[in-house]
């Protein structure tokens, strides 16, 4: 069983080698750029606080603080990282595709690049959602919240690490149509199967947005509306690339496979 599995960890640890150099090499890359990618985080962040001091005399005092000796350097080191995923992420799509390669058809094989293209402009675009709707909405409801008693110091190390967290949530959450799409292309899933789990799809939806998003209703909507919309054109998608047999012709099947049971049964009893 071994030798039969043998290949398969060593395409794997090929292709996994390959997207943690890529991760690395662009890892460095974007620690050299990661001021101006800092400074774009923050700017929800420091949009929120000048929207909050202009309603609050204690919010004026308002400020991004850090409580670590090495601070500065260990947020570089995160925003780094971050930028390095996003940037690597057309690599590791296509790796992700080859390792699974072998096992598709001639004419499959050819779709790595709407693959890779899909995955990575849905990524870009749950990201770009989660940065300029979700976060203004939640980062100006949370630091609103209490700032006429309170001075908002904002520790830049959790913001970092709560911010990565939404946009990886988000870009991730918006890969649903293209990983629906390739599961229906290797016959995994089928239309009827994802409509028979929506029920299900969407108490998961909202569990994940509230664990992935500040703790307001409002913002939870807004990661939970859009995935709902996105299961929806998956099935679409899905229906579009493995759909599945009528229920008419299942039922025939299934009569004339009792018809055949019956029939073995009286040859057996004659």
């Known amino acids: 069983m071994f030798d039969d599995l043998k290949p398969h960890l060593v395409e794997l640890r090929k292709r996994l080698g390959i997207s943690a150099g890529s991760l690395i090499v662009m890892f460095f890359v974007m620690f050299y750029f990661h001021e101006p990618i800092l400074n774009w985080m923050v700017e929800p962040l ?144 089928d239309d009827r199967m994802m409509k028979d789990f929506f029920k299900y799809a969407v108490i998961i939806i909202f569990v994940v947005a509230a664990l992935l998003t500040p703790p307001d209703i409002l913002t939870q909507l807004l990661m939970a509306g859009p995935l709902i919309i996105l299961y929806g054109l998956s099935i679409f998608i899905v229906r579009m690339v493995n759909p599945a047999p009528p229920l008419e012709e299942e039922d025939d099947e299934d009569e004339d496979e009792d018809e055949e049971v019956a029939d073995a049964i009286e040859k057996k009893s004659d």
């Open 46 to 189: 420091n949009v929120a606080l000048i929207e909050v001091g202009k309603k609050s005399v204690h919010a004026a005092d308002g400020m991004i603080t850090t409580s670590q000796v090495g601070g500065a350097f260990f947020v570089a080191l995160k925003v780094s990282f971050f930028a390095a995923i996003v940037a690597s992420l057309p690599i590791i799509l296509a790796q992700i595709w080859l390792f699974v390669a072998p096992g598709l058809y001639a004419n499959e094989k050819k779709m790595i690049i709407p693959f890779i293209v899909g995955g990575t402009v849905m990524f870009l675009i749950g990201v770009l959602f989660a940065y300029y709707i979700v976060t203004p909405f939640g980062f100006d409801f949370l630091i609103t919240f209490g700032s006429f008693k309170f001075t908002p110091l904002i520790n830049i190390e959790d913001y970092v690490g709560f911010f990565t967290k939404i946009m990886f949530g988000f870009g991730l959450a918006f890969e649903l149509p293209i990983f629906a799409y390739f599961l229906a292309l290797l016959g995994m899933i």
